[in-house]
Antibody, heavy 118, light 110 residues
Framework: EVQLVESGGGLVRPGGSLRLSCSASGFSFSSYSMNWVRQAPGKGLEWVSSTNGGGTSLFHAESVRGRFTISRDNARNSLFLQMDSLRAEDTAVYYC???????????WGQGTLVTVSS | QSVVTQPPSASGTPGQRVTISCSGSSPNIGRNTVSWYQHLPGRTPKLLISNDSQRPSGVPDRFSGSKSGTSASLAISGLQSEDEADYYCAVWDDSLGSRLFGGGTKLTVL
């Protein structure tokens, strides 16, 4: 059974940093691209970042480029999102999602809440 | 405002067929495949359609996807009360180097 479990969310002050983790199980982790997607309160889904199976290709949304960095550790079946220079508008539930070959996200974690507030 | 546009709301009565549109442009829908997601409040988003029109196993055949040019559509036939949810399209944009989600469509079953 595929499982994705996020952790690392919490309350952080503007300008602060946070590192999110996503622990994966039930599939060959290194064979799949992985993504972070967020949903701010009362808003829609917003793609944040993606990485290919080997972790050699990284993509970030313009809204987080230069502040967030996606990475992965295939030996530990883990996905990460380093979030620096956090802003109030980064407040959201952050989901990790597994991507299949045709670009669909077939499995999602339960999400972790990040709140940026003073 | 999202580069990929969906109507903010849609509605239908039980048993009816409803269609949700997703409008984009050449760098995104015009060149890449579209996926659709159902998001119920308090739940994890669920993949309904990938590769424009393919249903993952377990998704009822009441859900179907199509694409023409720079627009895509999700159709739900035999509408049921449990279909009341937010629906999102998503597609990669070659110009932005980003995946784009539509703004979402809130479906109400009357």
């Amino acid at each position: 059974e595929v499982q994705l479990v996020e952790s690392g969310g919490g309350l952080v002050r503007p300008g602060g940093s946070l590192r999110l983790s996503c622990s994966a199980s039930g599939f060959s982790f290194s064979s799949y691209s992985m993504n972070w997607v967020r949903q701010a309160p009362g808003k829609g889904l917003e793609w944040v970042s993606s990485t290919n199976g080997g972790g050699t290709s990284l993509f970030h949304a313009e809204s987080v480029r230069g502040r967030f960095t996606i990475s992965r550790d295939n030996a530990r079946n883990s996905l990460f999102l380093q979030m620096d220079s956090l802003r109030a508008e980064d407040t959201a539930v952050y989901y990790c999602a597994k991507e299949i070959a045709d670009g669909g996200f077939d499995y999602w974690g339960q999400g972790t809440l990040v709140t940026v507030s003073s | 405002q999202s580069v990929v546009t969906q109507p903010p709301s849609a509605s239908g009565t039980p048993g009816q067929r409803v269609t949700i549109s997703c409008s984009g442009s050449s760098p995104n829908i015009g060149r890449n495949t579209v996926s659709w997601y159902q998001h119920l409040p308090g739940r994890t988003p669920k993949l309904l359609i990938s590769n424009d029109s393919q249903r993952p196993s377990g998704v009822p055949d009441r859900f179907s996807g199509s694409k023409s040019g720079t627009s895509a559509s999700l159709a739900i036939s035999g509408l049921q009360s449990e279909d009341e949810a937010d629906y999102y399209c998503a597609v990669w944009d070659d110009s932005l180097g980003s995946r784009l989600f539509g703004g979402g469509t809130k479906l109400t079953v009357l």
